[in-house]
Structures are given as structure tokens and as C-alpha cells.
């Protein structure tokens, strides 16, 4: 069964600061997908990134990377020189093939604050 | 370009009421899924449509139904509201040879 562990329920730094959000995994399958999302307090889920388990490359998107790591199923998400902006809940997720549809699984979330 | 719009935004009912929640996707999208997010928790999957038909589903009872139309438009409906269903409900969609989903700002369901 997928399972998505974000064992960081709540994160408070400084503006300006770098903060890591981690992210581990659960699956049987070998063709998944994972996802970041951020939840600002207006609610709707904004998509951050995708990435397939046969790309393990790193990426990196102006102040965002992703460090994917298949090893220790880990899937974790830095934001550099954090802004106010960047306070919101981030949620990470799998998605199993598409055989018989998807089935999107959520972690619980971790709450960033970001304070000035 | 619209993206997923959902429909109302808040709502209030009474427990043993039956409530129904519309979703119009994305422009272009084919695949409506539909996801329940109780607060401080992650959103849990519904169910998901794709022409017009359920695909798969999660762990939730036969109170919540769905419906895509032949514009890939959705609703969602739940019967016998229990005041556990209070929730956001959230409807994405994508394309079906596509992976990511893309998200509506939710419907907020209050059962009293």
C-alpha cells in the first residue's frame, strides 16, 4: 500500500533563513510519481513539482529544489532565502501508475511560517 | 485559460442531509478526481472520473457518489450527511495520459 510520511507537522524560521521540508515514501510499485503542492490559507492546493521514479536528478526552480533519493525514499524540498510569502502548508504525494486510474495519497502536511 | 472552478464555495447543512458539489475542470482536462480534506489533515481521495465513468475509488462509503458529464464537468454528491463529513472538498483534474493534477480552491461543507 502507498504511504507518504511527513514527520515535520510544523516549522517556524526567520525570513531569510533555508528550511528543508522532508518527505518519505511508501511503495511496492516501481513507476510512481511524486508531487509537492502548497496549501496557502485561501485553500487551494497550488502544484509545485512532479518527478517520476526513473528521474532521480535533482532539481532546481529560482528559490525551490527537490532532493529526490530513491535509496532512502525520500522525495525532500528546500526553500532557499525564505519570504513571508512562502508561509503556507506544504503537502507531498504519490501516485501509483495509471492502470486503473490514479489514486493521489497525501502526507499530512507540514506548516511553514515564515516570520519577518 | 480557466482553471478548475468549484461551486459553491461554502456551504451549510444539517446532519441527514443530502448535499451536491460541482466541479468544472480544467481547460482541455478529461479526468475529474474528487478528495475530502478534514482540517490540519491531508486531502483523501474520493473517487476519480474519466468518460464519464468512475475509475477508482478510496475507502469511503456508498453515501458519496459522483457524476462526470459528456463537457468532463463532475459532481459529487453525499446522502445522510453525518457531522463527520464536515470538511473541504477539493476537485482536480488532468489529462489522462498526464500524471499531475491541478486543484480548485474547494467547497467548505459545515453539517450541523
Known amino acids: 500500500a502507498q504511504k507518504v510520511t511527513q514527520a515535520q507537522t510544523e516549522i517556524s524560521v526567520v525570513e531569510k533563513e533555508d528550511v528543508t521540508l522532508d518527505c518519505v515514501y511508501e511503495?511496492?510499485?516501481?513507476?510512481?510519481?511524486l508531487f509537492w503542492y502548497k496549501q496557502p490559507p485561501s485553500g487551494e492546493l497550488v502544484f509545485l513539482i512532479r518527478?517520476?521514479?526513473?528521474?532521480?536528478q535533482n532539481e532546481i526552480s529560482g528559490r525551490y529544489s527537490w532532493n529526490f533519493q530513491k535509496s532512502t525514499s525520500s522525495f525532500n524540498f528546500t526553500i532557499t532565502a525564505s519570504q513571508v510569502v512562502d508561509s503556507a502548508v506544504y503537502f507531498c504525494?504519490?501516485?501509483?501508475?495509471?492502470?486503473?486510474?490514479?489514486?493521489?495519497?497525501f502526507g499530512p502536511g507540514t506548516r511553514l511560517s515564515v516570520l519577518p | 485559460d480557466a482553471g478548475v472552478t468549484q461551486s459553491p464555495t461554502h456551504l451549510i447543512k444539517t446532519r441527514g442531509q443530502q448535499v451536491t458539489l460541482r466541479c468544472s475542470p480544467k481547460?482541455?482536462?478529461?479526468?475529474v478526481s474528487w478528495y475530502q480534506q478534514a482540517l490540519g489533515q491531508g486531502p483523501q481521495f474520493i473517487f476519480q472520473?474519466?468518460?464519464?465513468?468512475?475509475?477508482q475509488r478510496g475507502n469511503f462509503p456508498d453515501r458519496f457518489s459522483g457524476h462526470q458529464f459528456p463537457n468532463y464537468s463532475s459532481e459529487l454528491n453525499v446522502n445522510a450527511l453525518l457531522l463527520g463529513d464536515s470538511a473541504l472538498y477539493l476537485c482536480?483534474?488532468?489529462?489522462?495520459?498526464?500524471?499531475?493534477?491541478?486543484f480548485g480552491p474547494g467547497t467548505r461543507l459545515l453539517v450541523l
Open positions: 482536480a483534474s488532468s489529462l489522462e495520459a498526464e500524471e499531475t493534477q491541478y
Open positions: 511503495t511496492r510499485d516501481t513507476t510512481y510519481y
Open positions: 518527478r517520476n521514479s526513473f528521474d532521480e
Open positions: 504525494a504519490l501516485s501509483e501508475g495509471r492502470s486503473y486510474g490514479q489514486n493521489f495519497v
Open positions: 481547460s482541455g482536462h478529461d479526468t
Open positions: 472520473y474519466y468518460e464519464e465513468e468512475e475509475r
